[in-house]
């Protein structure tokens, strides 16, 4: 992408105001989004995002800037202008950066490149998908299909001497359905991905992801309104480890951590969780939406035990943020693009498989809400409040799911979540998104079992 | 490569290619931000980012796509997904490209002082206002943080018709979030200014309303529910009215995400209110002398004494409802393609006093701050339900402070609603471009304690 002698001498400009440690990540991004709506391929926008973003830290203190343009005079007049940041610039003599290539093996083999693929094939793609949407459901008036291609290489060098590379190759489809009965409309939606090429949309039965997101909206059409309680919940694979994403994951990452503003700071060791809990970050995971090879920092992606049987055994650490807490760095440093510097972050979060039989799990409970789908909410890190909505449920009664509710909503507190799963089943499954944080918007995992949580807030009516 | 030298290279391609016409938006961002915590700079962010958006017309279909690499490579590469953009799409052919006109109108939207304003300058003051914060109370126990921000923009469109414009925006935004401390709990607030001019931020102005935002919340309790006659501040209404903007969008109305539509001559509103979007406002963070196609912009009324006037439009979406092109195409990102989007919008101030909008509340609320406005608002329906706080107004004073309340209703019953309107119009820094004056609501429903 760019020589070691022009990243070499950015390095060395970095550091020209005596800070201790300089980055430079060259990123080089093709995006794709195709767009049918009513069957009609409606847009076809695509782009290449480019630009340099440079990172200087002196102390705990850093600076980041970034550019598009990678002429030599432009990356060593922007990092001068970040180092002077942090102190004034002088003539030093002392730097000297040896940088060794580093080769990582592609844990992620990609088969067909999205720009191999011709668009036709893409769109036939799309259209299995909007009649599997359309065809099987009256009620359905609107179905969007979106399809999503990325293709993204980047240059990773520091000043101890990294230089490496990586090539991330994602796709993803998304699929709406509004079901309608003239007065109300409910949506019905799907949305799998991988870090896979083309060769992702051949594994997945496109009309039944359709039809299956049409159902999700006929159902909920003609469901009831969710009583208000404190009662037991039930909570699918899958997407529903959105709750743990959220409601505690975030709170793990040293971006939280290390400067105090989180639940779990300074509690490694502790039992935080019931002893069914084991929850992991596995950035490592052939193939899945939030694996890497490397991290946005150059370092390889790892398998974090987070929580083992209930006690906390790590966080999630970025480079800048294992100096605050004087921990190392596992893996977890990431960014949306060059645009942002890194922090720590999830990759594939999810609460590992337990010893529950799913059926003893629904026949536990008298009266309570099974969560068969997950939608949005949000989180307060530094209180660990937290609340989601549901989007399909059903009660259950005497130990049998019952009649499908709408309009539940799941509010609580991370701590007390962890201590109240007390039945994890041994489906595990993953559900895609994209996590926000002060880094950008990154591909993230959620994952876990069936699991119960004995008692949660549901609101409702 | 230089932007010219890209653009001719570009156009020449294009012109071989088979495009009978076509355009380049092209945009060049300088920005510099610095955080500060304890006195000193945490964080700072340096850029300079350019990327180019191309769109051409092949066998009468309309294609488009960007890129922020400058080079042959990269031409030849957007072509080509702009060449099968068109080919695949079966969007309607309304798409339009401009020819230009004469008609622009002169703003003043970009502060040579900027230019000159070191990271020195931009640091101190990000320091000073901390500083200064802490000055004016011991009851700010800390500062959170304190922001300084620049941004400069130059933005160019060309087209094969001989459309060749050009302009350069600055924008400064200054800011602090002090925390106060009382018995069990934290009481913050955030006073953040924005502004195309230097000489707006005042660091003293910024300090005394952040610390006075704070202390207004000690002691703070919720309210029976109910319904109550309400005082909107000038910063919330400007906030509400800006997540229910989209009503005016003539291509949402097309789709038919407007509540507005079918509207057009009739009553909407109380006869005393008055919206319009004014793309030459001076000083305003939205103002402009041409939109994002190049056709100039001018200053209309959406709404007049309560009636609907009609939609904001941008050439495509005039087209199909054959009416002319407000001036309203606008992209959210030098890469996205053209939608509607308004100016500087907002409820036009009238001659009442904030004082005389006190003494006309018996019993009310004043409402101060809204949460959640992006999750608990929908502009399609108009139904809101947002987490909310305030103070109580007595026979025209304020009396206590209030928090965890919600309020709840609908747009178009907030626009019938409207009693009273002041003359404090003011630009919320968060919506860039959208504000209002203090308005009176004759009810709406609060939900607090039982």
Redesign the interface.
Known sequence: MLSKDIIKNTLSAALSSKGDFAEVFVDDHLKNNIVLSSGKVESLASGRDYGIGIRIIKGLKSVYAYTNDDSLTSLTNTAKKAAEVLGNIEDREDININLVESHNVNRHPIIFVPAMVDTSKKIDKMKLVYSGAVEHYSEISQATVRLLEEDQRVLIANSDGLFTEDRRVRSRIFVNTIASNGVDNQLGSRSPGAMMGFEFFDMVDLEELGKDAAESAVIMLNADYCPAGRIPVVIENGFGGVIFHEACGHSLEATGVAKGNSIFAGKIGEQIASPKVTAIDDGTLSNQWGSLTIDDEGMLSRKNVLIENGVLKSYMIDKLNGKRMGMAPTGNGRRQSYRFAPTSRMTNTYIANGNDDNEDIIRSIAYGLYARRMGGGSVNTITGDFNFSVIEGYMIRNGSIDMPVRGASLIGNGIEILKNIDMVGKNLDYGQGMCSSISGSIPTNVGQPLIRVNEITVGGR | MEFLEFKNLLFEKAKKQGFSEYEVYYSNKEESSINVSDE????????????AFFRGMIRGKL????????DED?ID??LK?VR??A?????DKDEIIFRGSDEYIDVAIFDEKVNTLT?EEQ?NMAINLEKRVKEISNEIERVAGSVFRCCKEEISIINSKGLNLHSKQSILSCGVVPIAKEENNMITDSEDVRSIFLSDINIDRIAHNAVNRVLSKKQATSIRSGRYRVLMSNEVMGYFLNVMKSNFYGDLAEDGKSLFKDFKGRSVAAPILDIMDNPILGKGLATRSFDDEGVPTKPKYLIKNGVFLGFLHNLKSSKKQGVKTTGNGFKGNF?S?IKVSATNLYIEPKNVSFQSLLNSMEFGIYITDLEGIH?GADPITGDFSLSAQGRIIENGVFTRPIKQITIAGNFLEVLRDIEIVGDDLKFNPYTIGVGSPSVIVRELSIAGEN
């Open positions: 000193e700079v945490e964080g700072c962010s340096i850029s300079s980012s350019r990327g294609g488009y796509g960007y890129t922020e690499k400058f990269s590469v957007l997904n099968e953009c080919e695949f799409a079966e969007n990271m640091v890469s393609p999750s």
